[in-house]
């Protein structure tokens, strides 16, 4: 399992994020496999295109949130598909939170790309600190 | 791709919540894999143990709500691999509600297991007749 590869991949991800970093985000998402976003409170949005245009509207937000992604632990599904599930704390001049993330990565060419992202509102009394339930994987 | 099988084993993971059938629940999450589950509100579960523990509760509590899997797409990520996105129509004695999920499936032994689940509260006036964007996959 690609352990480095994958986080580094995930915090790649809430780098561009916070740098509002179009470009950067944009080399992140797949260019062959299908790719779904889902944000907080949003349908699905399908495609790699129409997800782009989402993000170039967030990115372009003044008032959009802050993110860093805490805790990743990384979850191998296949050899070329893997899970990094994290806690997001999401911080912006009128509101915070802290959000449940998937953030799904498949390898093409040697490299991981993400091709699904899903975060989930969850209870304010979830510290992040100590979010995640004990994991006995592999189970 | 294997869509009737990948979008009967996503029907099946409704009808066991609809039937509070902890049994046929149980038949549906992976042996082998790691499995995941984030109920709307709570930090996500890991391991299959303590996922049908969760289950176990869910469905022996009287005032769970119903839950329809609406309009399933399925975006394939690997040979063994895909998702099942879906709008979850959730009714309640107190409440309802509209969900967006991913239903994530991998292959053992032939046959589609659910190694995560997640929903995610969407917007009220996102219909659940047409719920998803425009889809323009494979992108």
């Keep these: 399992m690609d352990e480095p590869g994958l986080l580094a991949a995930n915090e790649a991800f809430y780098a561009a994020f916070r ?11 797949a260019r062959h496999c299908p790719c779904v976003c889902i944000h907080p409170g949003w349908s699905p949005i399908l495609g790699r295109g129409p997800i782009l245009r989402a993000w170039a509207a967030i990115l372009a937000n003044e008032s959009s949130p802050t993110v860093e992604g805490l805790d990743p632990q990384v979850v191998q599904l296949g050899d070329d598909v893997a899970l990094v599930l994290c806690i997001e704390r999401v911080e912006s001049l009128a ?4 959000f449940a993330a998937t953030n799904t990565f498949v390898r093409e060419d040697d490299r991981w790309y993400l091709a699904h992202h899903q975060a989930s509102p969850i209870a304010v009394d979830d510290s992040p600190d100590e979010p995640v339930a004990p994991a006995d994987l592999p189970n």
């Design 19 to 29: 740098a509002r970093d179009l470009q950067a985000m944009e080399s992140l998402w």
């Design 95 to 98: 509101d915070s939170g802290i």
